[in-house]
Structure formats: structure tokens, C-alpha cells
């Protein structure tokens, strides 16, 4: 099995920053794709930033230029840079791995329990 522990989230000010950290463990042989959804209250989960094992990264438009998305792969971790946090940014905030387990043969999505980050005064 494979668990994806989150942390970081938090109450922060508006424009504060946050750094968010997913560490993925379990019978892992290679993660590919790694990424952060937030879900606010009352609508759909989201997807907030990407990034490809190689480094190459996505972001929804509303955090480009605020939030930065990076990995460690040597510790199978994503991180989520929050800067110029708003309120609108209030939400909870899932990490998500595309990970092939070992002695398998395709990928399988896990998820992480989300973590709650609040942007208010």
C-alpha cells in the first residue's frame, strides 16, 4: 500500500505564505506525475499545480506568479510554496501521486487526506 501524509496548511493573513509538504511512503518503485487540488467549501475540487517527474510544472491561473510547485524526488515529497496568500485561496488541500508500485505494471492514483488552509484577517 502507498499513503501520501500531508502538512503545513494552516491560518495565515492575507498576503501571507504557507508551504505545504507531501511525503508519499509505501512499496514504491517510481512516482510520476505529483500534484496539489484544493476543494472550498460547496464546489468541486480543483486543480491548483503540477509537476512531472522530470521537473516540468502546470498551474491553474489563478495562483501563477503566487504559488510554486516543486519535488524531492530522492524523498518521494511535493511542496507547495504559497506566497501572497488571498482569501479566496481558502480551502482544503489534497496532494495527489501517480505512483507505480513495485512489481506492477501500470500506475495507480493516491491521494493525500488534505489540509486545511484558511487565509483570513
Known amino acids: 500500500q502507498v499513503q501520501l501524509v500531508e502538512s503545513g496548511g494552516g491560518l495565515v493573513q492575507p498576503g501571507g505564505s504557507l508551504r505545504l509538504s507531501c511525503a508519499a511512503s509505501g512499496s514504491i518503485f517510481r512516482i510520476n506525475t505529483m500534484a496539489w487540488y484544493h476543494q472550498a467549501p460547496g464546489k468541486q475540487r480543483e486543480l491548483v499545480a503540477t509537476v512531472t517527474r522530470g521537473g516540468s510544472t502546470n498551474y491553474a491561473d489563478s495562483v501563477k506568479g503566487r504559488f510554486t510547485i516543486s519535488r524531492d524526488n530522492a524523498k518521494n515529497t511535493v511542496y507547495l510554496q504559497m506566497n501572497s496568500l488571498k482569501p479566496e485561496d481558502t480551502a482544503v488541500y489534497y496532494c495527489?501521486?501517480?505512483?507505480?508500485?513495485?512489481?506492477?505494471?501500470?500506475?495507480?492514483?493516491?491521494w493525500g487526506q488534505g489540509t486545511q488552509v484558511t487565509v483570513s484577517s
Open positions: 495527489y501521486a501517480s505512483v507505480r508500485r513495485v512489481a506492477s505494471s501500470y500506475d495507480i492514483a493516491y
